[in-house]
Nanobody
Framework: QVQLVESGGGSVQAGGSLRLSCAAS????????MAWFRQAAGNVREGVAA????????YYADSVKGRFIISRDNAKNTLYLQMNSLKPEDTATYYC???????????????????WGQGTQVTVSS
């Protein structure tokens, strides 16, 4: 059973930074994608950043490109999301996810994410 536990959320003023962590357990060899999604109040869930674990290739939503960095520490079985230059529109609940599939240029659309964490809240004030 795959288990994902997020941490690191909190409140920060615009322009500040936060680092989210996702502790993973039970991940099999077939798990090829790890990703961060977010959902703001009144909005649909959207992909933020993804990493193809076989190569370390990364993908970012246009809204966060240049500000966020996704990374993974294999020794600690932990996924990270470094968030810099935060904006009020980044306010949302952030979720860690894991999925299967071959390499794709559209990991948010083409990957089936079958494991999810419970989420961690990020609030950015103006």
């Amino acid at each position: 059973q795959v288990q994902l536990v997020e941490s690191g959320g909190g409140s920060v003023q615009a322009g500040g930074s936060l680092r989210l962590s996702c502790a993973a357990s039970g991940i099999s060899y077939s798990t090829k994608y790890m990703a961060w999604f977010r959902q703001a109040a009144g909005n649909v869930r959207e992909g933020v950043a993804a990493i193809y674990t076989a190569f370390g290739s990364t993908y970012y939503a246009d809204s966060v490109k240049g500000r966020f960095i996704i990374s993974r520490d294999n020794a600690k079985n932990t996924l990270y999301l470094q968030m810099n230059s935060l904006k009020p529109e980044d306010t949302a609940t952030y979720y860690c996810a894991a999925g299967e599939g071959g390499f794709t240029y559209f990991p948010f659309q083409n990957v089936k994410y079958n494991a999810w964490g419970q989420g961690t809240q990020v609030t950015v004030s103006s």
